[in-house]
């Protein structure tokens, strides 16, 4: 089992920036790539950007590219998302996911752990 523990979120207005950790524990040598969802109430939840530990390959969503970048510490087992230029389109509740080798990268149901998730609100 992998537990995966976010933080970071919260209220922040339109052009700002915030940073989400994933904090990943447990039978960790089991994940191959970590990744970050997001989801708003009453929509599907979206892919935003995967990273692999091993090598630190990363993908975004287009919708995210050249405004955030995801990395990792391997030493303290731990992700980040370096969300910059914020708009209100990005607030939803981000989701950390841990998926192994066979995982495609930007479908969440191939993930196999998930956090609680963190929310983030961007005000207009």
């Known amino acids: 089992q992998v537990q995966l523990v976010e933080s970071g979120g919260g209220l922040v207005q339109a052009g700002g920036s915030l940073r989400l950790s994933c904090a990943a524990s447990?039978?960790?040598?089991?994940?191959?790539?970590m990744a970050w969802f997001r989801q708003d109430p009453g929509k599907e939840r979206e892919f935003v950007a995967t990273i692999t530990w091993s090598d630190a390959i990363t993908y975004y969503a287009d919708s995210v590219k050249g405004r955030f970048t995801i990395s990792r510490d391997n030493a303290k087992n731990t992700v980040y998302l370096q969300m910059n230029s914020l708009k209100p389109e990005d607030t939803a509740v981000y989701y950390c996911?841990?998926?192994?080798?066979?995982?495609?990268?930007?479908?969440?149901?191939?993930?196999?752990?998930w956090g609680q998730g963190t929310q983030v609100t961007v005000s207009s």
């Open positions: 996911a841990a998926g192994s080798r066979y995982t495609t990268r930007v479908v969440g149901t191939s993930y196999e752990y």
């Open positions: 447990g039978r960790t040598f089991n994940s191959y790539r």
